[in-house]
């Protein structure tokens, strides 16, 4: 699912917009220098197929609905981890400005989410370790079946630790959670067993395109980084899943302060610089207590800050109904001068 | 016919605007680029249940297309086409969020509406900016746009070479896709075993395609260079447009226009 602007807040989107701007930037490198010129067209025209390809359905076996297929872990297969990355990401990019399909600001959120898990997650840490060297056909169709789900699996969780990070949803993490998840499931089998039959038709029509393709473009000989991406995946999830069960009994030291003065936090002066960085830390703390901010503590700064803007409320909708009508009719006289003087 | 073949109409339609002559279309693509930018940052900048203090930022795509000529219908056509993901999202902020926070006589109106119609609104204008930056300016205006402003080469011509093979195979794809829809006998589609081979013969017809070009790069010499007609000048025009609408936008994220304007009425009217 493409995340939207609308559910987007401006940390969360240029946080994630950085991110996937430098992957973009180390991918082109990479394949810069892989020097091999026939890549370029090539990734051009996969991303423009896969375009194509998007737009063609297919009926969902049991269910008799149709569905359109994602590409990012047949991308994967056939370019390599980094070609494979910055395909998704124009698609992407086209996909949003032509379509708004996910927003501007949501693109880092998108490319990340839809790139970085199949290409540089579930291709060399699942496919590739399946299929070993010589690929066959049952075995192309576990593998791919195998990474296509756990690419959807944790794009999906992205997705909702994007929405409910930005705070604009009001769906709790653990219900958004449940609600994903098990659909990206199905989708993440359909998706993989769609991409297993077109790869092993390549593979019957032409196998040598499988095999340049499994040879060429590994992530490269540094264990090292796969270790550190398998770790990142793990904290990710340890942190997003495990954290459920956080106990929220005080820890060691507000036990110990609790026995001694009777709370378990001592309380800081109320002016001076230890207010004022209290306060900012106030403002800026993105996950207070471990928490993502409660909607109660929105609706309850809201109010207090609000006082004075919602509180006469009927004022608030007539302001509101004269500016909306007031943007239009600007817009409207001056499309009538530009009319009048052409 | 194919929802292919439709998409590929608006995909061309709205790339044919960016051809026309306004002074919007003028304006050198990175001060628009930078302005769309600015925007959407600062309509997603507001709190959750904030609706009235983002009305104001209608402006912004109203002056737009009143300046720049491009066709109303069919932009706000493309605006009420949004992505239901989003609807589906949204719509479980009233479902949660019951607390009253606007009364209006005897009616209450929840924070979760609230914040419901507020992502209705950032929807409409963020998408709305997309498409006006798309259709003032025109997708390789803006890949050169990106360039100039950071985006690594190889990457603006991957877009680029996306963009100009996009027509070409989603031609192909439609082709393909409407020979299916004859022989189907009106169920969708024949499986998908029928799919996998068909997309893995349009796979097959791309990758000689590929090897083609590149053939064809190599025989006329190719660099990066992707050549274009109009050439990039960040003038005092632009310089104007960039700072009037940052303070435009930086004066409605920091007062409550709606609110005043309706207070000072009310007061009035007492």
Redesign the interface.
């Known amino acids: 699912?493409?995340m939207?602007?609308?559910?987007?807040?401006?940390a969360v989107?240029?946080t994630m917009w950085a991110v996937s701007?430098g992957m973009?930037?180390y991918c082109?490198?990479k394949?810069?220098k892989e020097l091999d010129?026939?890549k370029?067209?090539?990734?051009?025209?996969?991303?423009?197929?896969l375009?194509?390809?998007q737009?063609?359905?297919?009926?969902?076996?049991a269910t008799?609905s149709?569905g359109h297929?994602g590409g990012g872990m047949l991308l994967a297969i056939l370019l390599g981890p980094y070609a494979a990355f910055?395909?998704i990401?124009?698609?992407l990019?086209?996909q949003?400005?032509?379509?708004?399909?996910?927003?501007?600001?949501a693109l880092g959120c998108n490319i990340f989410n839809m790139g970085l898990f199949p290409a540089f997650i579930a291709y060399p840490l699942i496919y590739k370790k399946i299929i070993g060297s010589r690929p066959d056909k049952s075995g192309i169709t576990i593998a791919t079946i195998i990474s296509a789900v756990v690419a959807l699996q944790m794009g999906a969780l992205a997705v909702v630790l994007e929405?409910v990070a930005s705070?604009?949803?009001?769906?709790?993490f653990s219900?958004?959670v449940a609600l994903m998840q098990p659909i990206h499931l199905a989708i993440g089998i359909i998706e993989g067993?769609?991409t297993?039959?077109?790869v092993?038709?390549?593979y019957k029509?032409?196998p040598e395109?499988m095999q340049s393709a499994l040879h060429s473009g590994h992530i490269g000989q540094h264990a090292m980084r796969t270790v550190l991406l398998s770790f990142v995946v793990a904290a990710m999830l340890t942190g997003g899943i495990v954290s459920w069960f956080a106990s929220e009994n005080p820890d060691g030291l507000e036990w110990a302060i609790a026995n001694v003065t009777g709370k378990e936090e001592l309380e800081g002066a109320k002016d001076g610089m230890h207010a004022l960085l209290a306060g900012v830390q106030d403002r800026i703390a993105f996950l207070p207590d471990y928490n993502f901010r409660k909607?109660e503590t929105?609706?309850h700064?809201?109010?207090l800050n609000?006082k004075n803007?919602?509180g006469?409320?009927?004022?608030?909708?007539?302001?509101?109904v004269?500016?909306?009508a007031?943007?239009?009719c600007?817009?409207?006289a001056?499309?009538r001068r530009?009319n009048s003087a052409a | 016919m194919s929802s292919i073949h439709n998409a590929v109409l608006d995909l061309r339609r709205l790339d044919l605007l960016a051809n026309g002559d306004s002074s919007i279309h003028r304006l050198d693509a990175r001060s628009k680029v930078l302005v769309t930018i600015l925007f959407i940052f600062f309509v997603v900048s507001f709190k959750k249940q904030e609706l009235g203090a983002i009305l104001p930022y209608f402006i912004f795509p109203a002056v737009m297309l009143a300046l720049s000529d491009l066709p109303l219908l069919f932009i706000v056509r493309k605006i009420a086409m949004i992505c239901p993901f989003v609807l589906a999202v949204g719509i479980f902020n009233p479902l949660i969020d019951h607390e009253i926070l606007v009364r209006i006589g005897p009616f209450g109106i929840s924070g979760g509406w609230l914040s419901f119609f507020s992502i209705i609104v950032r929807s409409i204008l963020t998408a709305g900016a997309g498409f006006i930056l798309v259709g003032t300016t025109g997708f390789t205006a803006v890949c050169h746009a990106l360039q100039r402003l950071g985006m690594p080469r190889l990457f603006a011509m991957q877009l680029l070479f996306l963009y100009r093979y996009i027509f070409v195979l989603t031609e192909e794809g439609s082709r393909v896709s409407r020979a299916r829809e004859v022989r189907s006998f009106g169920k969708k589609g024949l499986g998908m075993k029928n799919f996998g081979s068909m997309v893995g013969y349009l796979l097959l017809r791309t990758w000689q395609r590929a090897e083609r070009i590149h053939l064809a790069m190599l025989a006329r010499g190719f660099t990066d260079e992707f050549h274009t007609r109009r050439t990039d000048r960040f003038g005092v025009q632009e310089l104007i447009f960039v700072t009037a609408w940052s303070a435009i936008f930086l004066l409605f994220r920091l007062h409550n226009i709606p609110h005043i304007i309706g207070y000072q009425i009310a007061h009035i009217l007492r």
């Not at chain 1, 067209?41 to 197929?49: E, H, K, R, S, Y």
């Not at chain 1, 949003?96 to 600001?105: R, S």
């Open positions: 699912m493409h939207a602007d609308a559910l987007l807040s401006p989107g240029t701007a973009i930037a082109s490198n394949v810069r010129d026939r370029i067209p090539l990734m051009g025209v996969l991303g423009a197929f375009f194509a390809a737009m063609i359905n297919f009926t969902i076996p008799g149709s297929m910055l395909t990401a124009s698609v990019i086209v949003a400005l032509f379509f708004a399909d996910g927003g501007l600001l929405t705070g604009i949803s009001s769906l709790p219900a958004f067993l769609v297993a039959t077109i092993s038709f390549v029509a032409r395109i909607s929105i609706q700064e809201a109010l609000g803007r919602l006469t409320s009927v004022s608030g909708l007539l302001g509101g004269i500016t909306l007031l943007a239009f600007i817009g409207f001056l499309k530009k």
